[in-house]
């Protein structure tokens, strides 16, 4: 097994609100909030994420330059037996798990001895919308051996359920973003638990498991979508590190995208991004970067789902102590 840095844990704690994608189905473009990072259940209103897809080239797939404190090592590095079936392999449930989110959705090993907290987790919303964006973006990933949670809504995916597959069958996750991306907070429990339930129904029945991670559109929800969220066996979260790549102000502009991923790192980011062409011409050059600095990426298969709230408070109270 690879041997994991330690590295310190975050002093300082940027609150802002953020929000993910447009509500609804595609329709106006509303003014873009200023803020950044998402850590409370205060919806926002959005620009239209949906844009044309057009101009997006697949990027060089050939060459890696992970760096050495990568929290999920790529499958193609594992020395395994020849011999050995693939039913064999740890599957999600079995794989160790290594990190658990905190009550600001950032990331923190579970035994900080054995595990670096120099990492991030890397999430896109509002897909899948395109066959030739969501390749790029995973060959990207694959170039940097680094995984991601897709967040999915379920118009989308009626349209494209291959694109789930495609997504799952390259080794990503796929989590749940409701089915039209409405605003949680303001819906009867019937309406929430359909818009969420439904979604985590249709990517079932595509790849054979249910989404383990659920993110609210605009970061909003409430009692009532996390009681049902939990329920149902998922990790509800919003994010810490906002790309703002939804925000017109940033439309084709893909430095931008990685100077504002950048100006938010910390130990444990939750970095949210969506499916958009400037994003994706900006994902090589910002893993790059990522790495260069000394940062790995999360896998998903090692989040703790259900968090031990006593550790997760001992964490945080050590974290307290420490600033």
Not at 115 to 120: F, L, R, S, W
Not at 137 to 155: C, E, Q, R, T, W
Not at 262 to 284: C, K, R, V
Request: glycine fraction near 6%; aromatic fraction near 6%; charge should be negative.
């Amino acid at each position: 097994m690879k041997r994991l840095l330690k590295a310190s844990v975050p002093l300082t704690l940027a609150l802002a609100l953020a929000a993910c994608g447009t509500s609804g189905k595609d329709t106006t473009t509303p003014a873009s909030p200023p803020a950044n990072e998402q850590t409370s259940d205060v919806p926002a209103t959005q620009p239209d994420t949906s844009v044309p897809d057009t101009n997006t080239a697949a990027p060089d797939s050939t060459g890696s330059t992970t760096g050495n404190t990568t929290a999920n090592p790529p499958a193609t590095t594992e020395t395994t037996d020849p011999a050995t079936p693939e039913d064999a392999k740890p599957t999600e449930a079995e794989q160790a798990k290594l990190y658990r989110m905190n009550k600001v959705y950032r990331f923190v090993p579970i035994d900080k001895t054995t595990t670096t907290d120099k990492v991030v987790l890397l999430t896109f919303d509002d897909g899948p919308k395109d066959e030739k964006q969501v390749t790029a973006m995973l060959d990207i990933l694959d170039k940097h051996k680094a995984k991601a949670i897709f967040f999915v809504n379920g118009y989308r995916v009626k349209t494209h359920p291959e694109l789930v597959k495609l997504i799952h069958d390259r080794g990503q996750t796929v989590g749940n973003h409701s089915y039209d991306h409405i605003d949680l907070k303001k819906e009867t429990k019937e309406s929430i638990e359909k818009q969420i339930g439904d979604v985590s129904t249709q990517v079932e029945q595509i790849i054979g498991e249910a989404p383990k991670f659920f993110r609210p559109p605009f970061g909003s929800g409430n009692d009532t979508v996390r009681t049902y969220v939990k329920d149902h066996g998922m990790l509800y979260m919003t994010w810490s590190n906002g790309s703002l790549d939804w925000d017109n102000a940033n439309k084709n502009k893909p430095d931008a995208v990685i100077a504002n991923v950048l100006e938010q790192l910390h130990s444990g980011a939750n970095i949210l991004m969506h499916e958009l062409p400037w994003t994706i011409e900006a994902l090589d050059e910002l893993l790059t970067k990522l790495e260069a600095k000394g940062y790995g990426f999360i896998d998903p298969a090692t989040i703790e789902i259900e968090p031990d709230t006593a550790a997760t408070a001992a964490t945080e109270a050590s974290t307290t102590a420490a600033k």
